[in-house]
C-alpha cells in the first residue's frame, strides 16, 4: 500500500513535470520517467509483461522520436514559443468539462477494488510470477489476447491505423507541389540558363 | 530477508561485471594489438594485467568539464541513464542452472528477453540525450545517428529473437536454456543467429557499426565534450553492453550454461564463462578486421536486408513450429 | 571474372561474403605472428653508427682536448646553436694541442637540428655526433649542454696529438670514424647488435 501511494505521487508529479516545463527535451525526460515509474506500477500488479511491453514499445519506439525529431529540429534549447491565447473564450466550459471528468475519475477511483480492499491486488513480486499461469505471465496474457479478447485487440489496431492516417490528412493539408515532367524541364533549363547567366556576370 | 539476499548477489554482481568490464577492457586491447603486430599494453604490472587500474585512477583524476553551451542537467543525467540500464540486464540474465533455494541470478523474470530489451530500449536516451545536451555539433550528428541506427537495428533484432522464442515457447531466460539440453538452437535458427550477431554489433555500436563515435568523422561522436568520469561512465556502459549481448546470444544460442558433448564434468557456470569470453573475441575480432559502415548503407542494410530476412526467418519458424506441433 | 571477382549478382554477392571471412582469417593468422615491436625503454634499439645524436668533444690519446677553439663549427651552424668562446694555452696549463683552446663551449639541443654541419666544419674531428638520442628533460635550461657534459672523460682520447705526431698534421678522418662507432660499446651500442634486431624484424612481418 505505501508502494501505491510513493509510486502513485511521483507518477502524478512526474506528469505535472512533463506539461509544465518550457523546454521540449525536459518534458521528454519527465516523461521517460514516467514511463518507467508506469512500468513499476504495473510490476506491482502483476502485469509483468505489460510493464516491459511499457518500456519497449512507448519508451523505445516512441519517445526515442519525440528526442529524434527535437535534436533534429534543434528547437530542443528554444522554449516554446507563446500562442495566441484562446483560453478566455473557452474557459469556462473548458473548466466544466474538466471538472466533471475528474470527479468522475476520482469516483472511479473510490469505487474501485484498488483501494478499498483486496491486498492481493498490490502485492509485490512474488516468487510465483516466475512460473507459468499465474495472473499477468506472458503465456496467459498472450492467450487472452488472442481469444477472448481478440476483437478489442484487432479493434484497437484498426483505430491506430485510422489514427495514422488522420495524422497524415491533417499533416498533409498543403499538398507538395509535384511539377509535371514538361514543367520540370522547363524548370531546369530557366535553372541552367540563369546560372549560365550568372557565370558571365 | 530475501530483500537483503538480493541486495548482496546485486553487490557482488556489480563487483563482477565491473572487473569483467576492466579485463575485457584490457582483453580487447591485448588482442587488437596481437592482430595488428603490436604486443598491446604491457607497462604496468606483468603482461599489463594492472592497466585497468591506471587507466581507472586516470579516468577519476581528470577534470570533468561541461561545456558553457551544454544543457547541464541533462548532460550530468545521460551517463547514468547509459549506466544503469547496461547493468540493470545482469539482474535476471541466469548463470548457471537455477537450484532450489540458490539461484544464480538475482531475479528470473518470467519475461526475461523483453526486459533485456527494454533496458536496451532505454540506453538509447544516455547516447542520444547526451549527444544533444552537449550543445556541440558532432555530438549532436552522433546522437542523432545513434536513435536513427539503434531503432532500425532493434526491429531486426526483436525479429531474430522471436524465432528462438517461437522453438522455445517460452520467453523465460531459464526456460530457453532448458529447452537447449538436446539441441543448441544456433542450429536450428542459424538464420536468426546471423541477424541477431550482426544486430548485437550494431546495437552496442561497436565497429564496424560504430557510426555513432566514428572518430574519423565525428571526433567520438556523442561523448565528443565529455571527459573525466563522466566519459568513464559511458565508456563502462559501451562495454557492459557487449558483455550483455554476449551473455544474451550464448543464452539463446548457443545453450547458455549446458556442456557440449555431455562434457558435464566441467561445471555449468565455466561453460557459461567460456561461451560468453568466444563472444567478446569474436566482437574484437570484428573491430580488428571490418572497415566502418557508410551511414547510407547502415540504413539500406538493416532495413533492406537484415529486417526482411529475419521476418522470413520468424514466419518460416512458426511454420515449421505449427506443423510439427 | 573482373579482377578474380566472378560474374552474376549471386555468385558476385557470395565472393563478397566469403571476402569477409577471408579477411577475419587473415587478421586471425596475424594474431599468432612475432610482433616486430621493440619493447623501447627495456630493450634499445641500435641506432646506425652515424646516426646524428647528442654530440660530444672530443680528445686525444694523451688526454689534450682536441678543440683548437676556432669557432668555425660555431660559424657552419645553420641554428645558430654553438657558442664557443677561445682561450690561449699557456705553458703551465695547456689543455689542446694547439694555441688555443675553448675555455667555453656550449651547445644549445634544443636549437640544435642535428645536422652534422660542426662535424664537418672542425679541423681536428674535436665535436662529434654520436648515436646517444635521449636527452628528454623538465627545463629547457638543462638543454644547453656546456663542457662539463659534452667532453669525453680523458681515457676515452683517441689518436695521437698532431704536436707529437712526426711529420706535422695529417688528417685522421677515417680513425675517427671509426671511433664515432665503437666508443659507446660499454653502453650497449654496437653496430652488430644493430643488424639482429633488423633481423627479427623481418621474420616478424613475413610471419
Known amino acids: 500500500m505505501t508502494l501505491f501511494w510513493i509510486l502513485g505521487v511521483l507518477l502524478v508529479a512526474s506528469a505535472v513535470f512533463v506539461i509544465s516545463q518550457r523546454k521540449p527535451v525536459y518534458s521528454v525526460v519527465g516523461l521517460l520517467f514516467h514511463f518507467a515509474v508506469l512500468a513499476v506500477f504495473f510490476l506491482t500488479l502483476n502485469a509483468e509483461f505489460l510493464a516491459v511491453i511499457q518500456i519497449v514499445i512507448y519508451s523505445g519506439a516512441t519517445l526515442i522520436l519525440f528526442v529524434f525529431v527535437i535534436a533534429l529540429l534543434s528547437s530542443g534549447v528554444a522554449p516554446f514559443s507563446v500562442g495566441p491565447n484562446r483560453m478566455p473564450k473557452a474557459a469556462i466550459p473548458a473548466g466544466l468539462i474538466a471538472f466533471v471528468a475528474l470527479a468522475l475519475v476520482v469516483y472511479g477511483i473510490l469505487r474501485a477494488p484498488l483501494v478499498n480492499a483486496p491486498r492481493a491486488a498490490t502485492t509485490s513480486i512474488p516468487g510465483a510470477v516466475g512460473a507459468p499461469n499465474v495472473f499477468g505471465s506472458v503465456a496467459d496474457f498472450g492467450k487472452a489476447l488472442f481469444t477472448t479478447h481478440l476483437l478489442p485487440f484487432e479493434m484497437t489496431a484498426f483505430i491506430l491505423m485510422v489514427a495514422v492516417i488522420g495524422v497524415v490528412a491533417l499533416a498533409g493539408e498543403t499538398t507538395p507541389f509535384v511539377p509535371s515532367l514538361r514543367r520540370a524541364r522547363i524548370i531546369e533549363r530557366e535553372m541552367r540558363e540563369a546560372l549560365l547567366r550568372g557565370g558571365e556576370e | ?325 | 571474372m573482373k579482377n578474380g571477382v566472378p560474374r552474376g549478382r549471386m555468385r558476385k554477392h557470395l565472393y563478397n561474403v566469403g571476402a569477409l571471412f577471408r579477411g577475419l582469417a587473415t587478421v586471425f593468422g596475424f594474431m599468432f605472428m612475432r610482433k616486430p615491436t621493440i619493447g623501447y625503454p627495456s630493450v634499445k634499439k641500435q641506432h646506425a653508427p652515424r646516426f646524428h645524436g647528442l654530440h660530444e668533444l672530443r680528445r686525444y690519446g694523451d688526454g689534450k682536448e682536441r678543440c683548437i677553439g676556432c669557432e668555425l663549427c660555431a660559424i657552419a651552424c645553420p641554428a645558430n646553436a654553438i657558442t664557443v668562446i677561445g682561450a690561449e694555452n699557456t705553458p703551465s696549463d695547456r689543455r689542446s694541442p694547439g694555441e688555443r683552446y675553448a675555455a667555453r663551449y656550449e651547445i644549445d639541443e634544443l636549437r640544435c637540428i642535428f645536422c652534422g654541419m660542426c662535424e664537418e666544419a672542425c679541423p681536428t674531428d674535436a665535436i662529434v655526433l654520436t648515436p646517444r638520442f635521449e636527452m628528454s628533460d623538465y627545463r629547457r635550461g638543462s638543454f644547453i649542454y656546456a663542457k662539463d657534459r659534452l667532453l669525453v672523460p680523458p681515457e676515452a682520447g683517441v689518436g695521437t696529438p698532431p704536436d707529437e705526431r712526426p711529420g706535422g698534421i695529417p688528417a685522421d678522418l677515417g680513425e675517427v670514424a671509426e671511433i664515432k662507432s665503437t666508443t659507446d660499446i660499454d653502453k650497449g651500442y654496437s653496430a652488430t647488435y644493430r643488424g639482429q634486431i633488423l633481423k627479427t624484424q623481418r621474420r616478424g612481418l613475413a610471419g
Open chain 2, 1 to 325: 530477508m530475501s530483500w537483503l539476499l538480493v541486495l548482496i548477489k546485486s553487490a557482488l554482481l556489480l563487483f563482477v561485471v565491473i572487473t569483467t568490464f576492466a579485463y575485457a577492457m584490457l582483453f580487447e586491447r591485448k588482442i587488437m594489438g596481437w592482430m595488428q603486430l603490436r604486443p598491446g599494453p604491457n607497462r604496468v604490472g606483468p603482461w599489463g594485467l594492472l592497466q585497468p587500474a591506471a587507466d581507472a585512477v586516470k579516468m577519476l583524476f581528470k577534470e570533468d568539464l561541461t561545456p558553457s553551451t551544454a544543457d547541464p542537467l541533462i548532460y550530468k543525467l545521460a551517463p547514468f541513464i547509459s549506466l544503469v540500464s547496461a547493468f540493470g540486464a545482469y539482474a535476471i540474465i541466469p548463470w548457471s542452472e537455477p537450484r532450489p533455494g540458490d539461484i544464480w541470478s538475482i531475479g528470473n523474470v518470467n519475461a526475461g528477453i523483453l526486459f533485456i530489451f527494454a533496458l536496451t530500449a532505454i540506453g538509447v536516451y544516455g547516447v542520444s540525450l547526451g549527444g544533444w545536451a552537449s550543445g556541440s555539433k558532432y555530438p549532436l550528428l552522433g546522437s542523432v545517428r545513434a536513435t536513427a541506427q539503434m531503432i532500425s537495428y532493434e526491429l531486426a533484432m526483436t525479429m531474430s529473437v522471436i524465432g528462438v522464442l517461437i522453438v522455445a515457447g517460452t520467453t523465460s531466460l531459464a526456460g530457453i536454456v532448458h529447452a537447449q539440453q538436446r539441441i543448441w538452437f544456433v542450429i536450428p535458427q542459424l538464420i536468426g543467429f546471423a541477424i541477431y550477431f550482426v544486430t548485437a554489433v550494431a546495437e552496442t555500436n561497436r565497429a564496424p557499426f560504430d557510426l555513432v563515435e566514428a572518430d574519423a568523422e565525428l571526433v567520438a561522436g556523442f561523448h565528443t565534450e565529455y571527459s573525466g568520469l563522466r566519459f568513464g561512465l559511458f565508456f563502462i556502459a559501451e562495454y557492459v553492453n557487449m558483455l550483455t549481448v554476449s551473455c544474451v546470444a550464448t543464452l539463446l544460442f548457443f545453450g547458455g550454461w549446458n556442456a557440449p558433448f555431455g562434457w558435464t564434468f566441467i561445471p555449468g557456470i565455466v561453460w557459461f564463462i567460456l561461451k560468453v569470453l568466444f563472444f567478446i573475441f569474436c566482437y574484437i575480432w570484428l573491430r580488428a578486421t571490418m572497415p566502418r559502415f557508410r551511414y547510407d548503407r547502415l540504413m539500406a542494410f538493416g532495413w533492406k536486408v537484415l529486417l526482411p530476412v529475419a521476418t522470413l526467418n520468424l514466419i518460416a519458424t512458426a511454420v515449421v513450429v505449427a506443423v510439427k506441433g
